[in-house]
């Protein structure tokens, strides 16, 4: 079975610094995973995906996630966070595996920056 | 862009009517997702559709149905409302095939059965 585990409820952060939003994963095969955004009574947005290739991801916004096999860990970052940044963000899997074509989501991370 | 659309933002609905949720996307995505979001639980899946007529059940079917009748909208119905159904409910189409796994989402309608 998959399942993602995003292990914090709210992270705070000042505008202008650097921010990291975690993300763990447990699946059979290779992961695809993904990170959307969801601002105040919305849908969710994308933000970037990974399915294969460079650890490395970039996505809108200039957020950006690495993808780390070892760890099984696929954190969001940001250099320098904005206070229009802060939103309920949420990581997403699938496993190649089992061909199971929807996502798993975590329970959501909600961003404060604060001015 | 993708487009995806749903009937209502807001519904209020008492307990044991039927209700009916909406959603149309309009970029010829194959499946067809029905999620609920619930504070602290994240989304879960109700059902999802893969072909016009064809569903699956997702981890929390009880209580609900689907109908696909045309490749464009699938619609939720919870055949007797209960409190505990209360929830945002997400719509989402993605491709079937390639490398565009990603969903996406229509704005959610926020239901509240009194």
Known sequence: AQSVAQPEDQVNVAEGNPLTVKCTYSVSGNPYLFWY????????????????????????????????????????????????????????????????????FGSGTRLQVQP | DVKVTQSSRYLVKRTGEKVFLECVQDMDHENMFWYRQDPGLGLRLIYFSYDVKMKEKGDIPEGYSVSREKKERFSLILESASTNQTSMYLCASSLSGGSSYEQYFGPGTRLTVT
């Open chain 1, 37 to 104: 955004v969801q601002y105040p009574n919305r849908g969710l947005q994308f933000l970037l995906k990974y399915i294969t290739g460079d650890n490395l991801v970039k996505g809108s916004y200039g957020f950006e996630a690495e993808f780390n096999k070892s760890q099984t860990s696929f954190h969001l970052k940001k250099p320098s966070a904005l206070v229009s940044d802060s939103a309920l963000y949420f990581c997403a899997v699938r496993d190649s595996y089992t061909g199971r074509r929807a996502l798993t």
